[in-house]
């Protein structure tokens, strides 16, 4: 008895340190966030709003439903995609300000950045509330490659 405890033990220990993050199981990534296009941010025009952007990526082999999915900063803005399915291996640019939305850009529809260049962090996750991926950054090249 003392034995089969003892391999209890040793399986729950194993697996917890070969357990995945959360965000590992999950085909929609982060890819690439800018965070600080060039140029001045004052005024914010809508034009350079929307040369902030986030860009996800399914990195699977089959079409992911979106609808409900949120994406979030350390500020807790956040955008809800609508209706949305992205294809394996396609990727959806998701903008700050406004804009008509299609299969390969949605726009967030807001007035300011969202993104602080000295550091921020983008979380996402799915219509049920699972965390499925973040990405974050310090103070840098106005650019994150996730």
């Known amino acids: 008895m003392r034995i089969r405890a ?16 959360a965000n590992a199981a999950s085909a929609i990534q982060f890819r690439k966030i800018q965070y600080d296009p060039s140029g001045s941010d004052t005024p914010a025009t809508n034009y350079q709003l929307n040369r902030e952007y986030v860009t996800m990526t399914n990195t699977g082999t089959t079409t992911r439903t979106l609808t ?3 994406v979030r900063d350390l500020a807790n803005h956040v955008y809800t995609f609508p209706s949305f399915k992205l294809g394996p291996g396609k990727s959806v640019r998701l903008h700050t300000g406004k804009g008509t939305n299609d299969s390969s850009n949605l726009y967030w529809g807001r007035g300011w950045y969202v993104w602080n260049n000295t550091g921020d962090k983008a979380t996402s996750r799915d219509s049920s509330g699972a965390l499925r991926d973040t990405c974050t950054w310090g103070d840098g090249s106005g650019i994150r490659y996730c």
């Open 6 to 21: 003892l391999l209890v033990a040793c399986l729950v220990v194993a697996s917890s340190l070969i357990a995945l993050p």
């Open 68 to 70: 409900g999915w949120t």
